[in-house]
């Protein structure tokens, strides 16, 4: 497969000690989806919140594929939900075709990537954009205990590192 490297650059995102933005959207598991909170999911314990492309995209394949492998969920003590602007109905069938145990946000609008300050523009297509993507850790205060945000297209967080802070918090 051949695909050009796209430099991102350095984004201003969410970093390590601050508090994340909080914001509800559809949350969809194999079965159905229901507006919820990230709030909602953090006051239960620690959150790995996973931004990737959208459904369908090879990033996002390839990274839920690695997280459902590295079972992380059945070690520590986290929550690991995903968020891209795919709809409700591409993220079932992900869920499915992808035999991963995880919810995933839907934001079409893209506007939780602008909290977070991780949204890039898609080239070649105007008006349309999606998270670079990235990876936050966050514990039950919405604190950022580890981020990892893509400085180029296509890239991927080192799993390894993501596995030691699970293993901190």
């Known amino acids: 497969m051949e695909f050009d490297v796209v ?6 995102h969410v970093a390590e000690g601050e508090v994340a933005p909080d914001f509800t959207r559809p949350l969809v598991n194999e079965e159905y989806w229901e507006d919820r909170s990230l709030s909602d999911l953090t006051d239960e314990g620690p959150v790995l919140l996973v ?7 090879f990033p996002a394949t390839y990274v839920w594929n690695e997280l459902r492998d590295r079972a992380w969920d059945d070690e520590y003590d986290v929550e690991i939900v995903g968020c891209s602007i795919s709809d409700p109905y591409s993220h079932k069938r992900l869920i499915e075709e992808r ?3 995880y919810d995933l946000f839907s934001d079409p609008k893209n506007t939780v990537a602008v909290e977070y300050g991780i949204a890039h523009e898609l080239d070649g297509m105007t008006g349309i954009s999606e998270p670079r993507p990235s990876a936050f850790l966050l514990d039950e205060d919405r604190t950022v205990e580890y ?4 400085e180029e297209w296509p ?9 030691a802070a699970l293993e901190d918090v």
């Open 51 to 57: 931004f990737t492309t959208m459904d369908g995209a």
């Open 7 to 12: 430099d991102l650059g350095e984004a201003d």
């Open 147 to 150: 981020a990892w945000v893509s």
């Open 155 to 163: 890239e991927f967080p080192d799993y390894d590192e993501i596995e």
């Open 99 to 101: 035999e991963i145990d």
